[in-house]
């Protein structure tokens, strides 16, 4: 396995089990939150599931998404943890062709720039952080469900 089918791997797996803790959560807990400054189970669903087009375009463009492109989509209310899902799934589909059309020689040569941050990284470490990143709101909502006493699927089948 080379280094981007690995990679692709990990973002296929991220998303799969991401979207394995989130399934069954009840519609009526979307709102809640454990504090006042926490991510409410709507926003981190969204913003997970987002955040393949936020990264779509910072290693395609290097800039974030302007206001005018994110209000539609971030700015509309919490439906369903199915209309998240539905709205989504083709930001990631696109996240992920765009990684099987990648180079793999530019993944330890193409620097990649955060524009919201100032780190730079290489482009395979940049994929790597994002699926990282993806799992680390996975285990913070699993334990917002143990916090709630709901069930907890099984991601580590
Ligand atoms: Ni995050």
């Known amino acids: 396995m080379n280094a981007k089918e690995l990679i692709l791997l990990d973002l296929k797996e991220t998303r799969r089990r991401f979207l394995k803790a989130v399934d069954g959560i009840p519609d009526e807990y979307l709102p809640w939150k454990p504090d006042a400054g926490a991510l409410s189970i709507g926003h981190m669903i969204r913003h997970v599931l987002l955040h393949d087009y936020s990264w779509f375009m910072i290693l395609t ?8 492109e994110k ?21 990631h589909e696109q996240f992920i062709s765009y990684v099987e059309s990648l ?5 330890a040569s193409k620097l990649i720039q955060w524009p919201h941050r100032p780190i730079e990284r290489y482009l395979g470490d940049a994929l790597e952080r994002k699926s990282y990143h993806d799992a680390v709101h996975t285990g ?3 334990q917002y469900l143990r916090m709630l006493q709901l069930d907890r699927p099984d991601i580590w089948d």
């Open 103 to 107: 180079d793999i020689a530019d993944f």
């Open 61 to 68: 463009e290097q800039r974030l998404p302007t206001e005018e």
């Open 140 to 142: 913070q909502l699993l």
């Open 71 to 91: 209000n539609p989509l971030w700015e509309v209310p919490y439906t369903s943890v199915q209309d998240e899902i539905t709205h989504s799934s083709i930001y």
